[in-house]
């Protein structure tokens, strides 16, 4: 919503002394004016997270400024990633069949709630293509033919298309393939996928069977970086909502759609803001 | 709170038409008035459950009345329980060190919220012998010898001690002991349980531990009745709170416990009232 | 998602002895299959609620059954309403410039969420006409001309719409104009509204700054049914979300708005399933 | 659960560039080891928020340390307030008749929960008198005779008492008199209090009766500091539970009293963890 043109940097790294004063004072000295600062320290790990938000004296030179922060965080022992607020972030939204997830999230974008730039709707049918349109939004059909290589054929055109059109966020919004490692590791850029959650966990297929047969009082979604383990990535967002014995499975899964989406929604907005830091099988979101 | 003489019926059977109309017609002819009732069919399993309370015309007869409903239950192929509002359940509370659950149910009980006597505490450990006697309350404690045999020794004492008092019901109010099939068979009487839940779920010892690692962003708890399979019996009731990458351990642990209380006292309460009907793995809840 | 032909009755009426017994005992006798039925006394009041859904055995003669059915309920001196499940509820939808709202009841209404028709979306902007004809709906456009005179005139215009579309339920959708006393008279139709509500409230314009201003930790949402005292209406549905010190006031507008959503869609939905009971100031939902 | 020494600032002024900087590289040159920091900016008002939380180089010098923040922070144009980890608030309970929160907050001290000391249990009733000897806690009473001379003597009795237990913070666990403004101003510390809250807020007495009667779907609670406007001042904490039409006025008394406990505990362990700063009617709880 704002117009202010800042820069955020996620730091982390081995924890030491004077840290935050020595990333202040960088800033400082260089005539920059911090506007958030939040902090973290895993004290079993001994490991320091930063998010830092700053407007720079000079905003005609963000790319350098923000080189050079990532040289100096270097050069005390950290990883950091600097992103601007004036940077639309180029998202390709991966759908199925179900829709519910891709049309809330491009009616959150054409709202203005998203710096960001859909660049990308692909789907292994050809069913969204229309609302696609419709919303004026590119369209790629990538069908999966049958075994292995019908999937290592799908997801090259598919990486391919994603690298020539620069996309740095993928997200897959009730996409029911899952993707190999090869794709993430060829991809290099964050994968966020959401489903649904349940206490206890079910194992299999039909969930919200198993979870109706089994009376749960509560079903949840987990939105979460894709891993090569299925379900098992650093989770970013998790909510639950209460069933009870008069709700069906029909009930169960509108209930569950209804979720997923601002689980979804959530998550992608933190990613988008620079909120998210990952380390290990986990996340720290400064929300 | 209410000072009504009532009955309660929990029925449950295969579904037939007329058995709302033939249970109403039965109560009515009987004189009784209908205070309330609420019916749930299982479709795919085709079974009907019902709960209803009335007035009965005659308050000296509850126990021919509530005996020749069973009957006439029994006639339409239906299981019937039933209890009177003035009946006060005999409850035993198992308690082990935690005693969070343990002080949070008898100030409740304390201050009238639930329509029982609590008959026994329960203990394998002598650290709760003070307060169970500062409230006025029979403490027994059962130390546990080492080995199967030592088990077997310290159920068959505590059964013996249930059985005396007439306990209807047996809450494990954080009991870290795991009780034996054979004990739940030759009690015989509801036990409930509460213990953590997690989305995912964590297999294995320290869960708490498990769960900060994994960066979770929800902990759960879960009520339910206690079956031979730990931890799988039906659930009665569930609810999770929010943590953050700031929650360190003992927060989540702290967190865990102030939820552990409030579903644990909703779970007692639903049976109390004759709310909870269990049917294969789960429960029906007429709340 | 049923394709079951269920007839719903919702009673309400004086409390007597023998209710429960006479409606289910009527709907047997006609060869009916009593499906749920759910039972309410306001103890206080002596006023007695229902809610019962049963198969008819005829489903050739569900108008014959269904004013058989409000004859009988009169008879016992009681008002009934009855639906039948393949009625589809004629729906028009109120507009003005947010339109979160709106895309959100009508993706709900085409993934076949509600058993309702869209006959009509109603604006006194024209900025929602292109989104409402790309989804193939119809638009109509009722300007407001200033004072009291241009208010009645077009309020007038949209009555006559109203009744020439057998209009059943009006869903205010964010619009910003009050509706009169005349209108809602006239109308005679439930007309549901949605609209923000904090702990604590707060009188006059600009709700969210001032919610800011107070430092509020919670903002609100309550779906209410119309009347003459604006945001007075009997409640429905209310939730909340959290907010904190970090959250600016474009924030708190944009949960806000997602709460809208939910809270909204889910009043309606209990509405067009015949759940929702309206007695003096409040609501009896059976959920 | 720490054992960690350390040192809280709450800092809060009119906004500067490099004030992050500033603080941290005080901290950092005096050999501190900053933990955490947490900052926030009103951008409305330009007022800078502060909490950091450091370990000292010297442990036997907090007071010093302490001091000489304080008095760096004014030199910047801040106002800052410094505790330590190892300090034990002392903190007086008043109760009138309503014994939850009492017993809540003694159990929550007594299993550790809260580094304070439970000085005084003071009362305008006996009735607690028992209850605190058995937790071996001082309990004071302090009848109200009647009319505004009988407020005026009660509260310079009370006055009297907390200055001479050098009471550092005031908790009304459901205590049913109103501060005066006079003894606010004279006791010159904080005073956290609770009270039930509603959507639509109710004026006037029976504040349960009044929500059944308007069929709320949602009841809250809330905690505050107290001030000359009664349930007026700055909100720390706030959450709500759901009910339903159910729930008779016992119901949601009970239920709000759930509610008051964990809100109530929630405020006052961050109060005192430094966590929560007021400013103008709000506070900023850095959670």
Known sequence: MSLLVTLTALLSGPDQPGLVARVSGKIFEQGGNILHADQHRDMEEGVFFQRIEWEPRNPQTLQEESDSF???????????RVSSSVHRTRVALFVSKEDHCFHDLVLRWKAGEYIADLVAIISNHEIIAQAAHSYGLPFYYF????????????????LKL???????????????????????????????????SFLPAFAGGKPYHQAHERGVKLIGATAHYATEQLDEGPIIQQDVVRVTHRHGVPDLVRKGRDLEKTVLAQAIRWHLESRVLVYGHKTVVFD
């Open 162 to 196: 994603l690298k020539s059109l620069n996309v740095e966020l993928v997200v897959l919004a009730r996409y029911m393939q899952v993707l190999s490692a090869d794709f993430l590791n060829f991809l290099g850029k964050p994968v966020i996928n959401i489903h649904h």
């Open 70 to 80: 990532v040289v100096f965080a270097k050069a005390l022992g950290m990883t950091a």
């Open 143 to 158: 069908p999966f033919e049958s075994g292995i290589q019908g999937k290592q054929k799908a997801e090259a055109l598919q």
